[in-house]
T-cell receptor, first 113, second 111 residues
Framework: DSGVTQTPKHLITATGQRVTLRCSPR?????VYWYQQSLDQGLQFLIH???????AKGNILERFSAQQFPDLHSELNLSSLELGDSALYFC????????????FGEGSRLTVL | QQQVKQSPQSLIVQKGGISIINCAYE??????FPWYQQFPGKGPALLIA?????SEKKEGRFTISFNKSAKQFSLHIMDSQPGDSATYFC??????????FGSGTQLTVLP
């Protein structure tokens, strides 16, 4: 158990809909990272928050947004969903803003029908 | 330049054999090279990591070999066991930047 909690574990929705994925980092970790894992593209970095502030953005679509709250949990919002958004979405946390060792949650599997 | 290229995509090894997974990078600024192990239904977990000031790091049956001039690094799993069957990701980063992951290698160790 990495100590990182993600909900929901599975989510099935329709195209055009909006979903929110939630992540609670390990106790004491200030950084939260979101990654998308699809079969053909491996782990793609989406966004990094450190202590409530956005630190880096990767290949995150404009339809996607994220935030980190004062209690350090984070949410990834995916809107206007398309079939191609179906993937595993991982949250990871680390102690500082330097990546070093990332502790991953078990992921949220999103299926868009 | 941010890419990390990983091969092979899949690997089948007999129990007791050596598993070798290779990664190559272009960005010479990379200064941290971890390997992550992912079991089905789980998130990736750090297995072993190396920095470019050493050419090899060993932890138990797992060894990272690093070739700075060739911009390549590899994971060697000695005496591979069925319990090692998982997907392995190499990654790289520099400074405070996020990890860039390779595409993954699905390892199957036959009993």
């Amino acid at each position: 158990d990495s100590g990182v909690t993600q909900t929901p574990k599975h989510l099935i929705t329709a195209t055009g809909q909006r979903v929110t994925l939630r992540c609670s980092p390990r106790s004491g970790d200030l950084s939260v990272y979101w990654y998308q894992q699809s079969l053909d593209q491996g782990l793609q970095f989406l966004i990094h928050y450190y202590n409530g502030e956005e630190r880096a953005k990767g290949n995150i679509l404009e339809r996607f947004s994220a935030q980190q709250f004062p209690d350090l949990h984070s949410e990834l919002n995916l809107s206007s969903l398309e079939l191609g958004d179906s993937a595993l979405y991982f949250c990871a946390s680390s102690v500082g803003s330097f990546t070093g060792e990332l502790f991953f949650g078990e992921g949220s599997r999103l299926t868009v029908l | 330049q941010q890419q990390v290229k990983q091969s092979p995509q899949s690997l089948i090894v007999q129990k007791g054999g050596i598993s070798i997974i290779n990664c190559a990078y272009e960005n010479t600024a990379f200064d941290y090279f971890p390997w992550y192990q992912q079991f089905p239904g789980k998130g990736p977990a750090l297995l072993i990591a190396i920095r470019p000031d050493v050419s090899e790091k060993k932890e138990g049956r797992f060894t990272i070999s690093f070739n700075k001039s060739a911009k390549q690094f590899s994971l060697h799993i000695m005496d591979s066991q069925p319990g090692d069957s998982a997907t392995y990701f190499c990654a790289a980063s520099y400074g405070a930047r996020q990890l860039t992951f390779g595409s993954g290698t699905q390892l199957t160790v036959l009993p």
